[in-house]
């Protein structure tokens, strides 16, 4: 078990390009979520996977925000004409059913 | 709504003190709590959880915490701080299948 891994650790960006990050779950887990966490602040809820299922996105996701789960392995989260506003750490946590769920170490983005 | 609520932005201990981390937190059902534990730019390390069962939940790294629904809380403690607990610290709250954090404490230790 070698928990959840995000690549990159750090993605520095200018306004209005696309990134795109990645999440690998721990292996038997069949959830995934992706969570941003602003500074000072508590991880909030972007969406959710159960295997490749996109189950639900928080309104926070907006349209140039999209994540794909393909095969219910790993997930890619792509934020497309990134904004000033994007600037956070974005988490990926996996779970096995509805127990607790493990978190990676996150992707800090920083837009200029 | 669902919602949790860590009134205690900062907290300053000296080593070797006992510690509590307030949580309260609003949820119809019974809920499903946890506290995780963050260091400068790295993810969340869970704590400790509850379930149901024994309202006196034991963790990692000698913490414990106690769900007292008649409060709606689950307070975080340690008996006696070291220097390596100072970290943010969330409590949070599942709904059906996603969490709903706190905005967290930061815990010092004074040596």
């Known amino acids: 078990d070698t928990g959840v891994s995000q690549d990159p650790r750090h993605k520095i960006t200018k306004r209005g390009q696309n990134v795109t990050f990645r999440c690998d779950p721990i292996?038997?887990?069949?959830?995934l979520y992706w969570y941003r966490q602003t500074l000072g602040q508590g991880p909030e809820f972007l969406t959710y996977?159960?295997?490749?299922?996109?189950?639900?996105k928080s309104r926070l996701l907006s349209d140039r925000f999209s994540a794909e789960r393909p095969k219910g392995s790993f997930s890619t989260l792509e934020i497309q004409r990134t904004e000033q506003g994007d600037s956070a750490m974005y988490l990926c946590?996996?779970?096995?059913?509805?127990?607790?769920?493990?978190f990676g170490p996150g992707t800090r983005l920083t837009v200029t | 709504a669902q919602s949790v609520t860590q009134p205690d932005i900062h907290i300053t201990v000296s080593e070797g003190a006992s510690l509590e981390l307030r949580c309260n937190y609003s949820?119809?059902?019974?809920?499903?709590l946890f506290w995780y534990v963050q260091s400068p730019g790295q993810g969340l390390q869970l704590l400790l959880k509850?379930?149901?069962?024994?309202?006196l939940v034991q963790g990692i790294k000698g913490f414990e915490a106690e769900f007292k629904r008649s409060q709606s809380s689950f307070n975080l403690r340690k008996p006696s701080v070291h220097w390596s607990d100072a970290a943010e610290y969330f409590c949070?709250?599942?709904?059906?299948?996603?969490?709903?954090f706190g905005t967290g404490t930061r815990l010092k230790v004074l040596a």
């Open positions: 946590a996996s779970s096995l059913e509805v127990l607790e769920q493990y």
């Open positions: 292996s038997e887990h069949n959830r």
């Open positions: 996977f159960q295997n490749e299922a996109q189950l639900e």
């Open positions: 949820y119809g059902a019974t809920p499903y």
């Open positions: 509850y379930f149901s069962g024994d309202t």
């Open positions: 949070a709250v599942q709904g059906t299948y996603k969490y709903i």
